[in-house]
């Protein structure tokens, strides 16, 4: 019996790392019973797969994870960069347990993530807002590659995409300037695709994705590089090769 081989992807701790880095929507859900789900004003997620989440001083959460250390959950929701019908790509779950920081706790909390992430708003801890730390249990990363629990050691070893920073913007200019790339990208898709609405959806070392928006339901597909990718000039040859552009391809 012959089995349609999946093209390459990142490792799944490799993909949560990705989500993380990329810092999308979150939301708290405590096992407290204080709410169903909580906005942090912001949220940092380090190497270990520990979280680091700011919340305003008066909020039930701040003084119920002081009195002890509470279990919770963190949800990051990584969303296409371009606007479709089903924006959510990927979520990433970190499940541990949730407590807030005394003020030096705090401070040294603010100042390791402001060395990879500035952000005005934590000038805000120790005035009017806390900090708190998620210690991650497991974690579990869901999108079109499919769902894996994974433990915080395994997460800690993976390194986000090297595309990470950039992929939100070259999905955009494909998207808004270059619909005759997309065109061309799109005669990989199966037969029985190829009359939808065809959208950039993803980049990574591996390869791309493509969204096709159909009547009735929505298909991701993902088209592989001759071989992983980690630079733009590589990127790039890859990108012609897929465009069916030989000469181009051979170029810098």
């Given at each position: 019996?012959n089995?349609?081989r999946?093209p390459?992807a990142?490792?799944?701790?490799e993909?949560a790392?990705?989500i993380?880095?990329?810092?999308?929507?979150?939301?708290?859900l405590?096992?407290d019973?204080?709410e169903?789900?909580?906005?942090?004003?912001?949220h940092?997620?380090?190497?270990h797969?520990?979280a680091?989440i700011?919340?305003?001083?008066?909020h039930?959460?701040?003084?119920?994870a002081r009195r002890t250390?509470l279990?919770?959950?963190?949800?990051?929701a990584?969303q296409?960069?371009?606007?479709?019908?089903?924006?959510v790509?990927g979520?990433?779950?970190?499940?541990?347990?949730?407590?807030?920081?005394?003020?030096?706790?705090?401070?040294?909390?603010t100042?390791?993530?402001?060395e990879?992430r500035?952000?005005?708003?934590l000038l805000d801890v120790?005035?009017?807002a806390?900090?708190l730390?998620?210690f991650p249990a497991?974690?579990?990363?869901?999108?079109?590659?499919g769902?894996?629990s994974?433990r915080?050691?395994l997460?800690?070893q993976?390194?986000?995409?090297?595309?990470?920073a950039y992929?939100?913007?070259w999905?955009r200019?494909?998207e808004?300037?270059h619909?005759?790339?997309?065109g061309?990208l799109?005669?990989?898709?199966p037969?029985d695709?190829?009359?939808g609405h065809v959208r950039?959806?993803?980049?990574d070392?591996f390869g791309l994705?493509?969204?096709?928006?159909?009547?009735?339901?929505?298909?991701d597909v993902?088209?592989?590089?001759s071989?992983?990718?980690?630079?733009s000039q590589?990127?790039?040859?890859?990108?012609?090769?897929?465009?069916?552009c030989p000469f181009l391809?051979?170029?810098?």
């Amino acid at each position: 019996m012959n089995e349609t081989r999946r093209p390459p992807a990142p490792h799944p701790a490799e993909r949560a790392r990705t989500i993380a880095a990329r810092g999308g929507r979150a939301a708290l859900l405590p096992s407290d019973g204080t709410e169903n789900r909580i906005t942090p004003v912001l949220h940092h997620v380090h190497r270990h797969g520990d979280a680091t989440i700011v919340l305003p001083d008066d909020h039930p959460l701040v003084e119920a994870a002081r009195r002890t250390e509470l279990t919770a959950m963190l949800e990051l929701a990584d969303q296409a960069p371009v606007q479709l019908r089903e924006p959510v790509r990927g979520l990433l779950w970190i499940t541990g347990w949730l407590r807030t920081l005394d003020p030096a706790e705090a401070r040294e909390a603010t100042l390791r993530v402001a060395e990879t992430r500035p952000d005005p708003r934590l000038l805000d801890v120790g005035h009017g807002a806390s900090a708190l730390r998620l210690f991650p249990a497991s974690l579990v990363v869901a999108d079109a590659e499919g769902t894996t629990s994974l433990r915080p050691e395994l997460f800690a070893q993976a390194e986000p995409d090297p595309f990470a920073a950039y992929e939100d913007h070259w999905l955009r200019h494909l998207e808004l300037s270059h619909r005759d790339v997309v065109g061309l990208l799109a005669k990989h898709l199966p037969d029985d695709l190829k009359g939808g609405h065809v959208r950039p959806l993803g980049l990574d070392r591996f390869g791309l994705r493509l969204r096709v928006e159909m009547s009735d339901e929505d298909h991701d597909v993902r088209i592989a590089f001759s071989h992983p990718v980690s630079t733009s000039q590589e990127l790039a040859v890859e990108l012609r090769r897929l465009m069916g552009c030989p000469f181009l391809a051979q170029r810098r």
